[in-house]
């Protein structure tokens, strides 16, 4: 699938599920339970990853999909879907509106396309590895080369204590211009369209951000694990630009 073809589907797409999500966002009734994990799910994570599964399998009946909710099909497919329909569930109940939909087509293992969508705020970042677009505009990364000019965002500051060391932690972010936990997928948003420098993840599952990498790169980036290594072997993330990414690593290593 080219770019021209993802890019057209899933716009159509995502009006509908954006549709969805402003329906329960406004909702002051809006039902909360926690999953075994303790992280929280509401009627509207399920019914936007219903209804993305039940268009894909439509429309692509030979691609597999993997989605947070609903589990997988057909995942050893060709093409292979990863759905996360609310990233960011902490904000969206809340009422924060930095969450997001967040899609990831992968061929043969390998995110080909992802793409970004933030309903409440009318934006929708699509990308592959040569260039990204935040409703249709190409955007890029920032150029910052020193850690005291540098905007840093996290998803989550106690997990990134315990995941890299307090003081690594804290060394790092006391250097930034501005450190601020607005993470999740408008993290990677804010850094793809050149309005942040360090997005970073201490945790992470394959939906939260295999769509993030072809976003990244496609934007001019570099997204890694928190040693440097390939992002898809491992479950934290550090996405920079190629100036700023090795001393983020190296801060982190102590």
Known sequence: MKLEEFSSFVQELLKETGRIIISHYSDQNLQIESKEDATPVTRADREVEAYLRKIIEKTYPHHGIVGEEYGSMSENAEYVWLLDPIDGTHSFVTKVPLFGTVLCLKKRGVPLLGAIHQ?????LMIGDDNQTTLNDRLVKVRTTEEMGR???LTSDDLNAQRRFGKDNWENLVNK???????GDCFGYLSLA????DVMIDPIVNPWD?????PIIRGAGGMI???KGNDALKGNS???SNHKLHPLII?????
Do not use: E
């Open 250 to 254: 190296d801060h982190l290593a102590g």
């Open 209 to 213: 951000f295999h769509a993030m990498i």
């Open 176 to 182: 930034a211009a501005l450190y601020r936990t607005w």
């Open 150 to 152: 540098s905007t840093i």
């Open 119 to 123: 309903p409440i705020m009318n934006l």
């Open 193 to 196: 369209s050149g309005n942040a």
């Open 224 to 226: 890694t694990d928190h």
């Open 237 to 239: 993330v550090i996405a």
